[in-house]
């Protein structure tokens, strides 16, 4: 994608966003993106489980941020809310991303197909 | 307690399941610790608001993405190239990559920087494109400390993940 040296390490990648935020410009596009942000059109049902998990990002950003994208830390703790409600969707549906099941299913038919191969050529 | 049926899955993620190899980063990397985790979800909303601060990334955003008309087809878009480059093979994600790279080369535009001056910008510029990564990746390992399970490797393997995937996707 051409990203010029991408940060090796946290302190790196801290000082690289400081630098970043040196341009920042929070205007009116930005305070249009954030309140779409904050409001997606969503299905009814899934409306009050977004509202914490929008909680829960706006309240785990440094407070540099939140006052850059003019965001109040929620009144109630939506850090332990958002972890609640990722602990009970993990219960329900299972701990592992469809795309990381196809990915080990691919590595388990890649390794069955080496294991053949090396039975195959006598040693 | 019943299940609901659950809708299958999209073709590009069957897709996955294809390919030749373990990809950039492999099971037990803290690529796949950090983008498998449902903190992912929230890791993405706070990437999201970070990434509209810098003028010439939120220009682009403005003037050409669809997120008002259509949100959830522009979501897939983004949800597809993270879970493609971090789970699929390697030609796969480098074909994501470059998919993504060819977007980008119809937004361009121009845009008031912070201190009112006109500047030109085009999505493929690497201060944009090192912009939107470091604000994606600050947001995950921030995500995931907070929310998520131990990296392994610590938090730093989550940045030092990037530079040989990163590499290669230059094009």
Redesign the interface.
């Known amino acids: 994608?051409?990203?010029?040296?991408?940060?090796?390490?946290?302190d790196?990648?801290s000082t690289?966003?400081a630098t970043?935020?040196a341009?920042?410009?929070?205007?009116e596009?930005?305070r249009e993106?954030?309140r779409?942000?904050r409001r997606?059109?969503l299905p009814r049902e899934l409306r009050w489980p977004y509202r914490v998990?929008?909680a829960?990002?706006?309240a785990?950003?440094p407070q540099k941020?939140r006052r850059?994208?003019g965001?109040r830390r929620p009144p109630w703790p939506a850090?332990t809310a958002?972890?609640a409600l990722?602990a009970f969707?993990?219960w329900r549906?299972g701990a592992?991303?469809?795309?990381?099941r196809?990915?080990?299913?691919?590595?388990v038919?890649?390794e069955d197909a080496r294991a053949q191969n090396d039975q195959a050529a006598p040693a | 307690m019943s299940r609901r049926a659950r809708p299958d899955p999209p073709a590009w993620t069957v897709a996955i399941g294809d390919g030749e190899d373990e990809g950039f980063f492999g099971p037990g990397s803290a690529v796949w610790a950090v983008n498998g985790g449902l903190p992912a979800m929230v890791a993405g909303i706070r990437a999201l608001l970070i990434q509209t601060l810098h003028p010439g990334a939120m220009a682009g955003v403005h003037d050409h993405s669809r997120y008002r008309e259509d949100p959830m087809g522009r979501l897939d878009g983004t949800v597809r190239w993270v879970m493609t480059t971090t789970f699929g093979d390697r030609a796969a994600a480098t074909a994501a990559s470059r998919f993504v790279s060819r977007v980008h080369v119809h937004i361009t535009g121009e845009y008031i920087d912070a201190e009112g001056a006109r500047r030109p910008y085009e999505a493929n510029d690497p201060v944009l494109l090192a912009w939107v990564h470091d604000a994606f990746t600050e947001a995950f390992l921030g995500a995931h400390l907070l929310w998520g399970g131990v990296i392994p490797g610590g938090a730093d393997a989550t940045c030092a993940s990037g530079p040989a995937p990163a590499a290669s996707w230059g094009s």
Do not use: C
């Open positions: 994608m051409g990203v010029m040296n991408p940060p090796e390490s946290v790196e990648l690289q966003m970043f935020l341009e920042a410009k929070p205007d596009r930005v993106a954030v779409f942000l997606p059109p998990l929008f829960g990002a706006a785990s950003l941020y850059l994208l965001l850090i958002t972890r990722i969707v993990r549906s592992i991303t469809p795309s990381e196809f990915a080990r299913e691919r590595l038919r890649l």
